[in-house]
T-cell receptor, first 112, second 108 residues
Framework: SQTIHQWPATLVQPVGSPLSLECTVEGTSNPNLYWYRQAAGRGLQLLFYSVGIGQISSEVPQNLSASRPQDRQFILSSKKLLLSDSGFYLCAWTRDRVSPLHFGNGTRLTVT | DAKTTQPNSMESNEEEPVHLPCNHSTISGTDYIHWYRQLPSQGPEYVIHGLTSNVNNRMASLAIAEDRKSSTLILHRATLRDAAVYYC?????????FGTGTSLTVIP
């Protein structure tokens, strides 16, 4: 069966510090991968998606970036965090447009 | 740019059916309609999805209008564990577009 791992679960970082969140998927190959962010009390905002190694599409211009160094690994990064980067970050994967989207447990990031 | 619109909140009595509506007037012929629900501090959970025909699974039913511009998620007997935010989503291209969702309150 397929599983998705996302870590860390919680993170407190000062403004201006770097960020690296990692997501890995097991039990499938060539998944479509997604990073979403959810501000407190709000819906999910799509940040990045990837349909293959090295292929990244950005939905919202900001100080975040994403990379996919391996087929089942998706990394969200920032060189310098802003207060507005605080939120609940969710990684997700799907096999194709016909299949459901599966989410990780999320990372709650607080930028202080 | 939300591609779906849903009521912000709804209430239901426990053990009664719940009909959660969603409008997606800009849907194209190949866009799948997905429904997910989210509990506090958790990632969204898949509920059901479909393209044109009505769909049933152990969690819920999905009724899709003939013109596909709207759909309804049906929970046949609401339980307290069904209290969550329900999202109606379109899969367009390679992207899932989430709206703001409907917060469902289940009254004992």
């Amino acid at each position: 069966s397929q599983t998705i791992h996302q870590w860390p679960a919680t993170l407190v970082q000062p403004v201006g510090s770097p960020l690296s969140l990692e997501c890995t998927v097991e039990g499938t190959s060539n998944p479509n991968l997604y990073w979403y962010r959810q501000a407190a009390g709000r819906g999910l905002q799509l940040l990045f998606y990837s349909v293959g190694i090295g292929q990244i599409s950005s939905e919202v211009p900001q100080n975040l970036s994403a990379s996919r160094p391996q087929d089942r690994q998706f990394i969200l990064s920032s060189k310098k965090l802003l207060l507005s980067d605080s939120g609940f970050y969710l990684c997700a994967w799907t096999r194709d447009r016909v299949s459901p989207l599966h989410f990780g447990n999320g990372t709650r990031l607080t930028v202080t | 740019d939300a591609k779906t619109t849903q009521p912000n909140s709804m209430e239901s009595n426990e053990e009664e059916p719940v009909h959660l509506p969603c409008n997606h007037s800009t849907i194209s012929g190949t866009d799948y309609i997905h429904w997910y629900r989210q509990l506090p501090s958790q990632g969204p959970e898949y509920v059901i999805h479909g393209l044109t025909s009505n769909v049933n699974n152990r969690m819920a039913s999905l009724a899709i209008a003939e013109d596909r511009k709207s759909s309804t998620l049906i929970l046949h007997r609401a339980t307290l564990r069904d209290a969550a935010v329900y999202y109606c989503i379109l899969f367009v291209g390679n992207q899932f577009y989430f709206g703001t969702g409907t917060s469902l309150t289940v009254i004992p």
